[in-house]
């Protein structure tokens, strides 16, 4: 089965610091991955995706991500932290196409980011 | 905004009771994924529909059911509630062959007391 580990569940930066999520994975093949970000009241966004291809990805808000397949890892990061990522961030994986888990997604338990001024 | 949205936004239920939760779908979206958000956990796969067909279940006992409609429209029905059962429940929409283009609805906050 597959599942997805985030080992931090909150971390805390300064504003304009630079910020790393950590996520590994279980999965038997190279699946789908993803991070999403929840703000309070809001649900989820998509922030960046990998299903193939370069193993480093760009996604929105400023935000990339590097996919290790020898670390089973799929990390966050941000140069620069603004006050308004403060958030909620979840890293998901999603089954590849021909098994019986495509388009499902399992998320990790989640890292609350705080942002100090 | 993704186009999604979810009745009601709160919702207060007794044990035992049952709860039907509303889902509109972006439009031309035949796919709907329903997920459990626990406090402090992230989203569990119940279950989805894909032109009103059941087409993939978590592990979900089978008084979670669901309905999707041909207007784009889905519903979760939860039957014998349990306290357990308190959660954010988040709807996701998407097209058949773009499954993980999901656009995710603000979700419906249940209580079970």
């Known amino acids: 089965a597959q599942s997805v580990t985030q080992p931090d569940i909150h971390i805390t930066v300064s504003e304009g610091a630079s910020l790393e999520l950590r996520c590994n994975y279980s999965y038997g093949a190279t699946p789908y991955l993803f991070w999403y970000v929840q703000s309070p009241g809001q649900g989820l966004q998509l922030l960046l995706k990998y299903f193939s291809g370069d193993t480093l990805v760009q996604g929105i808000k400023g935000f990339e991500a590097e996919f290790k397949r020898s670390q089973s890892s799929f990390n966050l990061r941000k140069p620069s932290v603004h006050w308004s990522d403060a958030a909620e961030y979840f890293c998901?994986?999603?089954?590849?196409?021909?098994?019986?888990?495509?388009?499902?997604?399992?998320f990790g338990q989640g890292t609350i980011l705080t942002v100090h001024p | 905004e993704t186009g999604v949205t979810q009745s009601p936004t709160h919702l207060i239920k007794t044990r035992g009771q049952q709860v039907t939760l509303r889902c509109s779908s972006q439009?031309?979206?035949?796919?709907v994924s329903w997920y459990q958000q626990a406090l402090g956990q992230g989203p569990q796969f119940i279950f989805q529909y894909y032109r009103e067909e059941e087409n993939g279940r978590g592990n979900f006992p089978p008084r979670f059911s669901g309905l999707q409609f041909p207007n784009y429209s889905s519903e979760l029905n939860v039957n014998a509630l349990e306290l357990d059962d308190s959660a954010l429940y988040l709807c996701?929409?998407?097209?058949?062959?773009?499954?993980?283009?999901?656009?995710f609805g603000p979700g419906t906050r249940l209580t079970v007391t």
């Open positions: 998901a994986v999603g089954g590849i196409a021909g098994g019986t888990s495509y388009g499902k997604l399992t």
């Open positions: 996701a929409s998407s097209i058949g062959h773009s499954p993980y283009e999901q656009y």
């Open positions: 439009s031309g979206h035949n796919t």
